[in-house]
């Protein structure tokens, strides 16, 4: 099962977002730390699938920057999702920069939003880990959206935003089966219509043939969803 921290000082809101991670995904592994001093500790020993980290711990007005670079240093690529009172406004854009792989902030998200996040995020890593293998393996797209901050193909940085990143991981995940609207419902966060599943598919389009003008292998099945269809091996090799 994953293994997860909770880097937060304040205790109530600790044991709130540990229940809702278990109450979410039951038999997870939850560790609680409180300080930056232990939260270091802990990040230099353990292997952790997710972080989640406020910004602000004690006195420390920005003890979080200095644990996800602690995280960063450490080589590990542990995906982090912020959750603090700071402005989203201001602090999203300063934590993506970071890559943190999400923000949400206090008082403005309900416990659906978090679990929504916190198991895409988990989704996402364990895509990560496939993209990696697919790339040991010669494959022409890598996704590896957490350490990347986008997906790779033949080696070309593909700029796309979160959600179509998503729909692409689902996509290349299947690749060679019929992806459904309702499979691509549940990794849209809103918009969640057969009108925003096809905007965000010609975006995904657009953006490879940015790099590749005779990208086509996003096939679309009329009334069902999408495909992902590799060419075949003969044309591969040619």
Not at 33 to 45: K, L, N, P, Y
Not at 85 to 98: D, E, H, T, V
Not at 100 to 128: C, G, M, N, P
Not at 213 to 229: H, L, V
């Amino acid at each position: 099962m994953p293994k997860v921290a909770v880097i937060e000082d304040d205790r109530p809101t600790s044991n709130q977002l540990a229940e809702w991670i278990l109450a979410a995904r039951p038999g997870i592994r939850v560790e609680q730390w409180f300080t930056r001093d232990e939260a270091e500790a802990a990040i230099a020993r353990e292997d952790y699938d997710l972080v989640v980290l406020d910004i602000e711990l004690g006195r420390e007005r920005h003890a979080g920057v200095a644990i996800i670079n602690a995280i960063n240093k450490g080589g590990r690529g542990t995906p982090v999702l912020v959750v603090s009172a700071m402005p989203a406004a201001i602090y999203r854009s300063i934590m993506k920069a970071l890559d943190a792989w999400d923000y949400l902030q206090k008082a403005t998200f309900s416990e659906s939003d978090f679990v929504d996040t916190f198991l895409e995020i988990l989704r996402t890593a364990h895509d990560r880990e496939h993209g990696r293998a697919n790339a040991a393996c010669g494959d022409e797209l890598s996704l590896d959206p957490l350490r990347q901050a986008a997906p790779l193909w033949r080696g070309k940085r593909v700029n796309l935003p979160l959600t179509a990143q998503r729909i692409l991981a689902t996509l290349y995940e299947k690749r060679g089966q019929v992806v459904s609207y309702e499979e691509f419902f549940q990794v849209v966060k809103s918009g969640r219509n057969r009108d925003n599943v096809r905007k965000h598919i010609s975006a995904i389009r657009e953006a490879f043939r940015e790099f590749d003008e005779d990208f086509d292998r996003i096939e679309n099945i009329p009334m069902r969803g999408f495909r992902w269809s590799d060419p075949p091996a003969d044309a591969a090799r040619g």
